[in-house]
């Protein structure tokens, strides 16, 4: 009787590390922040109604094909990465990195996952926004992973799938991928070109983003051999700059929202406040130029992105 209860314990045990595993592969905090901004992004269309049933539905299977796309991604980059993982304290205990997953199974995962993931948003929404999953998918396991030891150019490369899920939310909704389609909703013109200014907001604010994470991170990164940073020589005045220049560019693509009537004066207020103060802890990186400024820039990034995706939603014009 004690035998099979204690059989029973252990094999409980190891089905709930195996489920804690494959969260682990799929980094599914970072998965969620992912397909967060896809989730609201397709809501933001001026298409989809807010308080629908069929609404309701649709977020919930383009919530579990992002995932499963981004975890199919994510996994790819750990079975890549499993050595260099295994040298820096942070990532030492991922799952293929510790030897509890072998690269076979974290592949298999990531294919099955992918293909699922891929194959809904095919069939739930449309073959363009399926088109670009595959593609961010594509660009972030196999381009951007190895470039990452190559050149700081990785950086920008991987800039892209990292704001490809808001294009690919509002793809879904719209069906529209070229920025100079129009579509109409209840007889008034829309322009595509506002999607791709959803795209634009993400795309830029990775960039102090992930350099401040570089910044503070730099001994691990340097040690598996990493090149994150804009200069060879690790944080310098150069990267701060960088980070100040793009933190800069935020401001008038904040405005595009505005501009194509997605959004109200509301939540444009806010994107200014919220570009400014990213401006502001950049330009105080490069005044300082220590890791306390650096650590002001990434938990700023942090709260920037989540308040000004809620503010578009929440300031979303109505049609």
């Known amino acids: 009787m004690g035998g099979n209860l204690n059989t029973s314990a252990s094999t409980s045990f ?39 049933t069929d609404t309701v539905i649709k977020v ?6 992002g995932m499963l796309v981004t975890g199919s991604a994510n996994a790819i980059n750990q079975a890549v990465e499993k050595d260099t993982d295994a040298l820096m304290k942070r990532t030492a ?28 948003m095919y069939f739930v929404f449309n073959i363009e926004s399926a088109l670009l ?3 961010s998918l594509f660009l972030y396991a196999y381009i951007y992973t190895p470039l990452k030891k190559v050149n700081s150019i990785a950086v920008l490369v991987g800039a892209f799938p990292g704001a490809l899920p808001c294009l690919i939310g509002w793809v879904a909704a719209t069906g ?34 992930f350099w ?7 001994g691990d990164y340097a040690k598996a051999g990493f090149r994150l940073l804009p200069a060879d020589k690790g944080p310098t005045k150069f990267t701060a700059l960088q980070a100040v220049m793009y933190s800069v560019l935020m401001i008038p693509v904040g405005l595009l929202p505005y501009k194509f009537h997605i959004s109200g ?5 806010i994107l200014m406040i919220c570009n400014l103060m990213m401006v502001g802890q950049c330009l105080r990186l490069y005044k300082e130029m220590d890791v306390k400024a650096a650590r002001r820039v990434m938990f700023s990034s942090y709260i920037y992105l989540p308040v000004v995706l809620l503010a578009l939603l929440f300031d979303k014009v109505a049609v």
Not at 40 to 49: E, G, K, M, R, S
Not at 212 to 218: L, M, N, P
Not at 265 to 269: G, K
Request: charged share 10%.
């Open 14 to 52: 190891k089905v709930a590390q195996k489920v804690k595993d494959y969260f682990l592969l799929m980094k599914f905090t970072l998965s969620f922040t992912v397909v967060f901004s896809c989730v609201i992004c397709y809501l933001v269309a001026p298409n989809v109604q807010l308080h629908n």
């Open 60 to 65: 919930i299977l383009l919530f579990i094909a």
């Open 93 to 120: 205990k991922r799952p293929v990195a510790d030897g509890r997953m072998s690269q076979q199974e974290a592949y298999g995962f990531a294919f099955m996952a992918g293909a699922l993931g891929v194959g809904m």
């Open 133 to 135: 999953s595959a593609f």
């Open 176 to 209: 529209f991928l070229s920025p100079i389609a129009e579509f109409q909703v209840n007889g008034v013109a829309y322009s595509n070109f506002a999607g791709w200014a959803l795209f634009g907001i993400q795309f830029l604010w990775q960039f102090p983003h």
């Open 212 to 218: 401040a994470i570089a910044w503070v991170a730099h």
């Open 265 to 269: 004066q509301i939540s444009l207020v």
